[in-house]
């Protein structure tokens, strides 16, 4: 299984930028797909989940800014953020979940960086 996250970059304030995490060697479809995201000094926390069925989930502070999708047929998911602020600004994380197991499989993450 290999998750490849890319799309991460600077941006001011306000922008917006889409991250994206395509997977090879799993079908997609079977699985759950999150975004989570690391800033230094900071632990990893969770942005975003998107189940096998299209159900999504979002964090208390990204709802109304940011927008978890899938394309299972593209083996993508994506992560559409909107209105960015600096506190924003971490690694991106993509992880896959096969659905009923409790194994996980991380991406190698995307920088995303939000100047004031």
């Known amino acids: 299984v290999q998750l490849q996250a890319s799309g991460g970059g600077l941006v001011q304030a306000g922008g917006s930028l889409r991250l994206s995490c395509a997977a090879s060697?799993?079908?997609?479809?079977?699985?759950?797909m999150g975004w989570y995201r690391q800033a230094p000094g900071k632990q990893r926390e969770l942005v975003a989940t998107i189940y096998s069925g299209g159900r999504t989930n979002h964090a208390d502070f990204v709802k109304g800014r940011f927008t978890i999708s899938r394309d299972d047929a593209e083996k993508t998911v994506y992560l559409q953020m909107n209105s960015l602020n600096p506190e924003d600004s971490a690694g991106y994380y993509c992880?896959?979940?096969?659905?009923?197991?409790?194994?996980?499989?991380w991406g190698q993450g995307t920088q995303v960086t939000v100047s004031s």
């Open positions: 992880k896959a979940r096969r659905m009923f197991s409790a194994i996980d499989y």
């Open positions: 060697g799993i079908t997609l479809s079977g699985y759950d």
